[in-house]
């Protein structure tokens, strides 16, 4: 009880003081704050306007990047399986050596369409980041 006491009586004490003292340095100090500050403030205020549009560039290329992955996503995943699939069967199935050489080829054809696809991909990636830059 007396604890609370003592502390509301102190910072009573401590808000007269620091006003009366406010008073006083308010009319030597301001002034000269005042004008060193000005052109700090402005600067600062300059730079948060421009890192503000800047990141919403940036914000605006990355949501329209994301919606591009996410559109190529599942185009990518059902290749994916497709391939694992394939892979498989040809594991299960006994081959003799013409047809094995055969689906091997052709294997080998639908995996360089799908690294062509992806290289296409990362090219419009790449085109994109430039020109955001």
């Not at 808000?15 to 060193?36: G, Q, S, T």
């Not at 948060?48 to 560039?57: C, E, I, S, V």
């Amino acid at each position: 009880m007396l604890n609370r006491i003592r502390r509301r009586l102190d910072l009573a004490v401590q808000r007269r003081i620091d006003a009366r003292l406010e008073d006083r340095v308010a009319d030597v100090v301001n002034p000269l704050v005042d004008a060193r500050l000005t052109p700090v403030l402005e600067d600062v205020a300059h730079r948060q306007r421009d890192y503000d549009a800047r990141l919403g560039g940036t914000q605006a290329d990355f949501s329209y990047i994301r919606s591009e992955f996410d559109r190529i996503a599942p185009q990518l995943a059902a290749l994916e399986q497709r391939f694992e699939a394939l892979r498989v069967q040809l594991q299960v199935t006994a081959l003799d050596e013409e047809s094995a050489v055969a689906r091997a080829l052709a294997e080998h054809e639908r995996a360089r369409i799908r690294l062509e696809l992806a290289a296409h991909y990362e090219e419009r990636l790449r085109r994109l980041e430039e020109t955001t830059d």
